[in-house]
C-alpha cells in the first residue's frame, strides 16, 4: 500500500501544530513558566488570537512582525514548526505503516523527533535539559513499546519491545551515570545523565551503543574546532544533551548497518 498524498499532508499539518507546542514548551519552561495561558507579544503585550497562531502561515502573513506593534518576531519559531513537521512526515515514509502495529513504531519515532527537537535546543541555549520532558518522553516510548508487543503477534515480553527498551534505557543511563559520579559532575550534568534513559529506550538495546559513540564523536567533531580556535576553553561548558539528541538520530537512522560494520570490524580481529 503506497501512503496516499491526503494523509502525508494530514501528517505535515499535525507536525506543524506539534511544533508550535513545542514552541510553546522551549520558551516557557526554561523560563520557569507554565505551558496554559494565552502568549502574548513580549513587547506591547497584545494577546495572541487563533489567526495570530496559525503555524507558518501566520508567520508569512504578518512578515515576520507582531499584528500590533510591528515587532519583530524570531524566525525561529518559524523554523521549529517546519523542522517538526518535516520530521514527522520524514518519519512516516521511513516507516510507512501499513498494519496497526507499525503505527505504534511511527509514534516512538515522533516523540523521539518532539523530544529530541526540544532538549537540542533548550540545551543548546539554556545548557539544562528539562526533567519532564525526558520523563514523558520516556512513558510516551514504554507505552508504545508495550503496544507493539501485545499488537504484534511474534512478540513474546521475553524477546520483544519493552524489554529492549527497558535493556536500551539501563545500557544507556549506567555509563553516563559512571562518568558523572567519578567526575562530581564536572564532565556531565545529571540531566544527561537522566536523558540516557530516554535516549537508550528510543534506540533500544544493542543500538543504544550506537547512539552513545556517535555523541561522543559529534561532540567532539564540533568541540575540538570551538577549542582550537579559542572560542571555548577546556572547562567550558558544552550542550551534551545536544549531542546526545544527534547520536540518537544516528542510531535510528543508520544503527543496524553500523552496528553490523562495528561488530564485523571486532570479529575479524
Ligand atoms: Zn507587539
Not at 508504545?144 to 534505557?169: E, K, N, P
Not at 553516563?176 to 529506550?201: P, Q, T
Not at 550506537?210 to 570551538?226: N, R
Not at 550542550?239 to 571486532?266: E, R
Amino acid at each position: 500500500m503506497t501512503l496516499g498524498l491526503f494523509f502525508i499532508l494530514a501528517v505535515f499539518v499535525f507536525g506543524l501544530l506539534i511544533g508550535s507546542f513545542l514552541n510553546v514548551v522551549i520558551l516557557r519552561l526554561p523560563a520557569g513558566e507554565t505551558l496554559f495561558g494565552r502568549s502574548a507579544c513580549p513587547r506591547c503585550g497584545h494577546v495572541l488570537t487563533p489567526r495570530d497562531l496559525i503555524p507558518i502561515f501566520s508567520f508569512l502573513f504578518l512578515r515576520g512582525r507582531c499584528r500590533s506593534c510591528q515587532e519583530k518576531i524570531s524566525w525561529r519559531y518559524f523554523f521549529i514548526e517546519l523542522l517538526t513537521a518535516c520530521v514527522f512526515v520524514s518519519a512516516l515514509l521511513f516507516v510507512n505503516p501499513v498494519a496497526l502495529p507499525s503505527f505504534f513504531h511511527l509514534g516512538i519515532l515522533w516523540v523521539a523527533g518532539a523530544v529530541g527537537i526540544v532538549t537540542f535546543i533548550v540545551d543548546m541555549e539554556h545548557y539544562i535539559i528539562l526533567d519532564i520532558v525526558t520523563f514523558v518522553g520516556v512513558v510516551f516510548v514504554l507505552v508504545f513499546s508495550l503496544c507493539l508487543d501485545i499488537f504484534v503477534h511474534s512478540s513474546s515480553f521475553v524477546t520483544g519491545y519493552t524489554i529492549h527498551a527497558l535493556l536500551g534505557a539501563v545500557a544507556g543511563f549506567l555509563p553516563f551515570f559512571a562518568l558523572w559520579w567519578f567526575s562530581a559532575g564536572r564532565w556531565i550534568g545529571f540531566g544527561d545523565v537522566k536523558f540516557m534513559l530516554f535516549v537508550g529506550a528510543v534506540a533500544g538495546f544493542p543500538l543504544v551503543f550506537i547512539s552513545m559513540l556517535f555523541s561522543f564523536w559529534i561532540g567532539a567533531l564540533v568541540s575540538l574546532p570551538l577549542l582550537f580556535l579559542g572560542r571555548k576553553g577546556l572547562k567550558s561548558k558544552l550542550p551534551f544533551g545536544t549531542f546526545l539528541t544527534l547520536g540518537m538520530a544516528t542510531s535510528l537512522l543508520f544503527g543496524t548497518p553500523l552496528l553490523s560494520w562495528y561488530t564485523s570490524l571486532i570479529v575479524m580481529k
